[in-house]
């Protein structure tokens, strides 16, 4: 199942992972946000099976994001994988300004 997600509840899963993985949909020509340990996807027609093979176990909890303005790769990443079966599906449609979340500034 997947399920939109609220500014804070993203910020809380930045401060606490919980076994959750944080996958940023940055476009190709985009520089990532520097939170940690976040994985770097490009959402493209490759996403379904990169994101597959790097995470097999379909419970894995899992938040797909993007901090540019108007994106809809997370909705659409989110979508593929509820397709494929995971479980656990959760996303952001952020801003740029979201980048301070991790130092405590929001």
């Known amino acids: ?30 520089t990532p946000a520097k939170f940690e340990n976040v994985v770097h996807i490009n959402y493209s027609s490759q996403f379904k099976t990169q994101f597959s093979s790097q995470f097999p176990n379909k419970n894995q909890n899992v938040i797909l994001y993007s901090l540019e303005t108007g994106d809809d790769a997370p909705a659409r990443a ?29």
Request: glycine share 6%; hydrophobic share 40%.
């Open 1 to 30: 199942m997947k399920y939109e997600i609220p500014r804070e509840a993203f910020k809380q899963r930045l401060e606490d992972r919980l076994n959750f993985v944080m996958v940023d949909l940055l476009p190709a020509d985009r």
């Open 78 to 106: 989110a979508n593929d994988l509820d397709e494929l079966g995971y479980h656990f599906v959760y996303f952001y449609n952020g801003t740029p300004d979201d980048v301070v979340l991790d130092k405590g500034l929001n």
